[in-house]
C-alpha cells in the first residue's frame, strides 16, 4: 500500500519553543492531508484536515496559531507546535489520502510522540 | 455529521478462542467504514474496509467485518485470535470524498491471553 512517512517519530522540547513535525506521502500525490492527535489510551482527535496550496480546516477548539499546519506541496504537510507547553505533550499522527484515486482509504505516519518539558 | 460508537473499552480473550469487536455509526448518508488496527507507539494501518458491493469483508490475517446497513453495524470478527493480534482496534467512518475526514470510534484494546 501507499506510504507515508512522519518525521521525528519522537521529539523532546522545552517548554516555549517550537516543533515542526514533518508529513510525506512517499509514492503518492495527498492533495489532502489530516492531522490528529491522540492521548494516552483514547482515540484520535482530529485536528485539521489540509488541502495543498490551501489554508487548513481546523476543527472546532483547535488553536490555529498554535498549531500551524502548511501544505505547500501534494507530497508535504508539516505541523508546528508553537510556544509548546507540558500540556502539549501527545502523540501526533498525520493521515493523506489521494485526490486521484478513488474510493481511497486514508494512509497513516507512524506517528510522533511529542514532550514537552 | 456522522459518529462512531465503539461499545466496548476492553475484550479480553484466551488465545484461540473466537472474538467480536463490535462497532455502530451513524449517519444521514452513506458513508465508507473502516477498521484500522494500532500496536503499541506506532501510527495506524488499515485491517479492513467496506466501501460497497459484497456486505462481507477480509482481511489477509483472518479478521472478517460485516456490513449492516439496517443495524447500522460493522462488527469486526476473528474465529480464532493469536497473541500477536494484542493492539488496539478502531472502527471509522468517512464520507464519499477522497477529501473527508475520516471520524474514528473511541478503540477497542484486544488483549489476547495465553
Known amino acids: 500500500g501507499a506510504v507515508v512517512s512522519q518525521h521525528p517519530s519522537r521529539v523532546i522540547c522545552k517548554s516555549g519553543t517550537s516543533v515542526k513535525i514533518e508529513c510525506r506521502s512517499l509514492d503518492f500525490q495527498a492533495t489532502t492531508m489530516f492531522w490528529y492527535r491522540q492521548f494516552p489510551k483514547q482515540s484520535l482527535m482530529l485536528m485539521a484536515t489540509?488541502?495543498?496550496?490551501?489554508?487548513?480546516?481546523?476543527e472546532q477548539g483547535v488553536e490555529k496559531d498554535k498549531f500551524l499546519i502548511n501544505h505547500a506541496s501534494l507530497t508535504l504537510s508539516t505541523l508546528t507546535v508553537t510556544s509548546a507547553h507540558p500540556e502539549d505533550s501527545s502523540f501526533y499522527i498525520c493521515?493523506?489520502?489521494?485526490?486521484?484515486?478513488?474510493?481511497?482509504?486514508?494512509?497513516f505516519g507512524q506517528g510522533t510522540r511529542l514532550t514537552v518539558v | 455529521a456522522q459518529s462512531v460508537t465503539q461499545l466496548d473499552s476492553q475484550v479480553p480473550v484466551f488465545e484461540e478462542a473466537p472474538v467480536e469487536l463490535r462497532c455502530n455509526y451513524s449517519s444521514s448518508v452513506s458513508v465508507y467504514l473502516f477498521w484500522y488496527v494500532q500496536y503499541p507507539n506506532q501510527g495506524l494501518q488499515l485491517l479492513l474496509k467496506?466501501?460497497?458491493?459484497?456486505?462481507l469483508v477480509k482481511s489477509i490475517n483472518g479478521f472478517e467485518a460485516e456490513f449492516n446497513k439496517s443495524q447500522t453495524s460493522f462488527h469486526l470478527r476473528k474465529p480464532s485470535v493469536h497473541i500477536s493480534d494484542t493492539a488496539e482496534y478502531f472502527c471509522a467512518v468517512s464520507l464519499y470524498s477522497s477529501a473527508s475526514k475520516i471520524i474514528f470510534g473511541s478503540g477497542t484494546r484486544l488483549s489476547i491471553r495465553p
Open positions: 489540509s488541502n495543498e496550496g490551501s489554508k487548513a480546516t481546523y
Open positions: 467496506y466501501l460497497s458491493g459484497s456486505t
Open positions: 493521515s493523506a489520502r489521494s485526490g486521484i484515486v478513488r474510493n481511497t482509504e486514508a494512509f
